[in-house]
């Protein structure tokens, strides 16, 4: 358990973190969804797909997800959604 008073302080900033970045990561996965959606649908795809990017983006500029990560998971879905437009 945190003894200081600049370890009490952290733990607080901690969770404040921790629940921002979980937002952001529900987020991302809702955003995904909504163009595998598309996709099975077939009606705004690229829509959903920018969206999708500018979220994973975002997160990227935040450190919440690396930008490694974020680099493959656009990747993927440009595959898929060109695929699905071809």
């Known amino acids: 358990m945190a003894n200081t ?3 009490k302080k952290m733990v607080l900033v901690h969770e404040k973190r921790r629940k921002r970045n979980v937002s952001v990561r529900t987020q991302i996965k809702n955003t995904f969804r909504k163009v595998n959606e598309a996709l099975a649908s077939g ?8 969206r999708a990017t500018s979220c994973i ?3 990227a500029a935040k450190g919440i997800v ?3 990560k ?4 656009k990747s993927r879905l ?6 699905a437009l071809a």
């Open 66 to 68: 690396h930008k490694n």
């Open 57 to 59: 983006d975002k997160a």
């Open 43 to 50: 009606e705004g795809i690229v829509e959903a797909a920018t």
């Open 78 to 83: 440009a595959r898929k959604v060109n695929k």
């Open 70 to 73: 974020a680099a493959r998971r």
């Open 5 to 7: 008073p600049t370890a």
